[in-house]
């Protein structure tokens, strides 16, 4: 089994800083081969890509929202990915969910994920 469990999350105000990791494991699953990826999911509104980063680090891809604002990174050592939000917003309260993706690259499309954690609420005041 592959299990990614994300964690950070939680009450901040607007213009604060939140960092969510997200921890993987699984027999079947080497962290450091594959590209890995966040994305979220408001009230009523449809999941959508934030961040995406390949197996090495060296290449990373935001949504337009979020950049200049937040940070992916990973520690293939520790199997882990974090993301790194300053500024925080209202509108970037959500559930927020890490994936791995099908390869080694960075991955926009959720179809291109394979295996997907159980999400972290934040929520951001005004």
């Known amino acids: 089994q592959v299990q990614l469990v994300e964690s950070g999350g939680g009450l901040v105000q607007a213009g604060g800083s939140r960092r969510l990791s997200c921890a993987a494991s699984?027999?079947?699953?080497?962290?450091?081969?594959?590209?890995m990826g966040w994305f979220r999911q408001a009230p009523g509104k449809e999941r959508e890509f934030v961040a995406s980063i390949s197996w090495s680090g060296q290449r990373e891809v935001y949504a337009d929202s979020v950049k200049g604002r937040f940070t992916i990174s990973r520690d293939n050592a520790k199997n882990t990915m974090y993301l790194q939000m300053n500024n925080l917003k209202p509108e970037d309260t959500a559930v927020y969910f890490c994936?791995?993706?099908?390869?080694?690259?960075?991955?926009?499309?959720?179809?291109?994920?394979?295996?997907w954690g159980q999400g972290t609420q934040v929520t951001v005041s005004s």
């Open positions: 994936a791995a993706g099908s390869g080694t690259y960075t991955y926009t499309v959720d179809n291109d994920y394979v295996y």
């Open positions: 699984g027999r079947t699953f080497t962290f450091r081969t594959n590209g």
